[in-house]
């Protein structure tokens, strides 16, 4: 868990700079991957089901933000976004979108042009989820310079909170990532304090089988995805399993949340993998339905449970929406594990490619 969310009532210094021209600061955010998925919105980015996911560690996003002060106060948002030293107009016109939506919240972005670099550690289309991480690193740096330029002071749980809020507004999983461990988004009977327009920390004691869980990203195909997630969600408004989904999502939240507090890796595994297989399914069966699923895929998920049932080691898998697979697994078995996926399932992704991460402890600011 990231130990920023610990402590409620300490107040928090945030990590931005005052320049003789505005402000800068530096966040380093990590992606996140869905163990309870959410799929399906309403509104204003409100999930249509809560959702649990796995802070990742070393996939990451660092992102530095300058607030420079217009030559006019008051006029439009202004923003110069650089991506692994180039420009990319298309994230730019997404966190364009992003900004002026905030004008409200965040009162210095109308009196300061902002220039944001940013890099991540992982490529693109790797299957992990790049808008995770670098919407999460922009609201820490944004509510960062929103606290020092507006001096306002707030403790360490407000902070997280609104960097959440902030974030989900520009893509729904990256509420998620300015936690580490296990987060909890979505509003859920069963767990107190969740919402809709922030996540949690997911409030169970975790079992030690699943501290230093691993999680290896089998980089099956690294194009572009023909359907993106946007549409992907927007096709569940009118599926005909919608309602089916919600409750099936409620029920897995519970159980997966119950296996993580007393290390029942059974039925951890069956939940997540569960949760995969819907996912695409709900995809198949959209109108009209898309297939993100290959073949190598699938012939890398029979490996795995040939594996499993023959070792009896703890493994399992799951999906984002791609074709990607995300092997996880105790730290205690990353060596036998490693051995496998070297030797059995890196011939089904692109070029032998697999990146090894594990859980995170969340995002931190950098210099």
């Not at 021209?21 to 509104?43: C, H, M, R």
């Not at 070393?58 to 006019?72: L, P």
């Not at 988004?185 to 069963?190: D, E, I, N, R």
Request: hydrophobic share 35%; glycine share 8%.
């Amino acid at each position: 868990m990231n130990p920023m969310s610990n402590t409620k009532n300490v107040m928090f210094k945030p990590h931005a700079v005052q320049t003789p021209d505005g402000f800068e600061t530096a966040w380093q955010s990590p992606s996140n991957i869905a163990l309870v998925k959410y799929w399906g919105k309403i509104g204003n980015q409100i999930p249509m089901n809560p959702s649990i996911s796995m802070t990742l560690d070393t996939s990451v996003t660092r992102t530095a933000v300058r607030a420079r002060k217009k030559d006019k106060p008051g006029s439009n948002v202004q923003l110069r976004y650089i991506f692994d030293g180039k420009e990319n107009p298309d994230f730019q016109a997404r966190v364009l979108a992003l900004l002026r939506s905030l004008d409200d919240e965040l009162a210095f972005l109308k009196d300061y042009a902002l220039e944001i670099d940013s890099s991540n550690t992982f490529p693109h289309s790797a299957g992990i989820a790049s808008s995770a991480s670098s919407m999460s690193a922009l609201a820490l740096c944004l509510l960062s310079i929103e606290n020092v330029a507006g001096k306002k002071k707030s403790n360490i749980h407000s902070f997280l909170k609104k960097a959440s809020h902030i974030a989900r507004l520009g893509s729904g999983s990256a509420s998620r990532s300015v936690y580490g461990g296990f987060v909890l988004w979505g509003k859920s009977s069963v767990i107190p304090k969740s919402g809709d327009h922030f996540a949690i920390p997911l409030p169970v004691k975790i079992h030690p089988v699943f501290d230093g869980m691993r999680d290896s990203i089998l980089v099956i195909d690294q194009g572009e995805k023909p359907v993106s997630s946007r549409s992907g969600h927007e096709k569940m408004d009118q599926h005909p399993f919608k309602k089916g989904r919600i409750m099936q999502a409620g029920q897995n939240l519970q159980l997966i949340a119950g296996a993580l507090n007393t290390g029942n890796w059974e039925m951890f595994s069956r939940v997540v993998e569960n949760e995969a297989l819907t996912l695409h399914g709900l995809m198949m069966s959209s109108h009209p339905g898309f297939l993100l699923i290959q073949p190598n895929t699938l012939k890398a998920i029979e490996k795995i449970s040939t594996f499993r049932n023959q070792t009896k080691t703890k493994i399992t898998y799951t999906l984002d929406a791609g074709p990607n697979l995300h092997v996880l697994y105790p730290q205690e078995d990353s060596s036998l594990v490693q051995q496998f996926i070297h030797g059995e399932l890196a011939a089904y992704c692109h070029n032998n490619y697999v990146i090894h991460d594990q859980i995170g402890r969340g995002p931190h600011p950098i210099s």
